[in-house]
């Protein structure tokens, strides 16, 4: 069974900094693009970043672009987003996702707070 | 502003037939990059539709189907139940933005 599990979030202060992991199991890590969407509360789903199998390569939304990093660990299995400079408007829960020709993966996300 | 268009909402009576629209553009649907389709219940993750425009996921009911044509999309639920309440998002690859595109979801109400 595959399962991709979040961790990292909470609450952090304006400016400040989190670093989001997603942990894969069940597939073959190496093998698979992956994918960080955001959903603020009450909002529809946003697409944050992709990074392709072997981390060469990696794109952002606007949104984020400058800010957030995301970086991969194929040894380890797994995903991460070094999120700086946060803001109030990056407030939302996180999800690493993967998909193939057939079929998608996604975790049960993390809640990221950037609140005074 | 999501990149994909959807209507926010649309309604229906139990037993009867919905459909939920998504248009793109080139650099997405119009490009030829599949549409996939899911549905969210409140507090969880998205759960996935419809994948390749067209095919359903095994367990995933006849009474949904999906269909692509130019740069739009189309998600037609027949049938309709009440378990069918939820957001329902389309999704596709955009090539300028190399990335996943998201509709801005749609409420689907069971009258």
């Known amino acids: 069974e595959v399962q991709l599990v979040e961790s990292g979030g909470g609450l952090v202060q304006p400016g400040g900094s989190l670093r989001l992991s997603c942990a894969a199991s069940g597939l073959t890590f190496n093998s698979y693009w992956m994918y960080w969407v955001r959903q603020a509360p009450g909002k529809g789903l946003v697409w944050v970043s992709r990074?392709?199998?072997?981390?060469?390569?990696?794109s952002y939304a606007d949104s984020v672009k400058g800010r957030f990093t995301v970086s991969r660990d194929n040894a380890r299995n797994t995903l991460y987003l070094q999120m700086n400079s946060l803001r109030a408007e990056d407030t939302a829960v996180y999800y690493c996702?993967?998909?193939?020709?057939?079929?998608?993966?996604w975790g049960q996300g993390t809640l990221v707070t950037v609140s005074s | 502003q999501s990149v994909l268009t959807q209507p926010p909402s649309v309604s229906g009576a139990p037993g009867q037939r919905v459909t939920i629209s998504c248009t793109g553009s080139t650099s997405n649907i119009g490009a030829g990059y599949d549409v996939q389709w899911y549905h969210q219940l409140p507090g969880t993750a998205p759960k996935l539709l419809i994948y390749?425009?067209?095919h359903r996921p095994s367990g995933v009911p006849d009474r949904f189907s999906g269909s692509r044509s130019g740069t739009s999309a189309s998600l037609d639920i027949t049938g309709l139940q009440a378990e069918d309440e939820a957001d329902y998002y389309c999704?596709?690859?955009?090539?300028?933005?190399?990335?996943?595109?998201f509709g801005g979801g749609t409420k689907l109400t069971v009258l």
């Open positions: 996702a993967t998909s193939t020709v057939t079929t998608a993966y």
């Open positions: 390749g425009n067209s």
């Open positions: 990074i392709n199998s072997d981390g060469s390569d990696t």
């Open positions: 999704q596709s690859y955009d090539s300028s933005l190399s990335g996943w595109v």
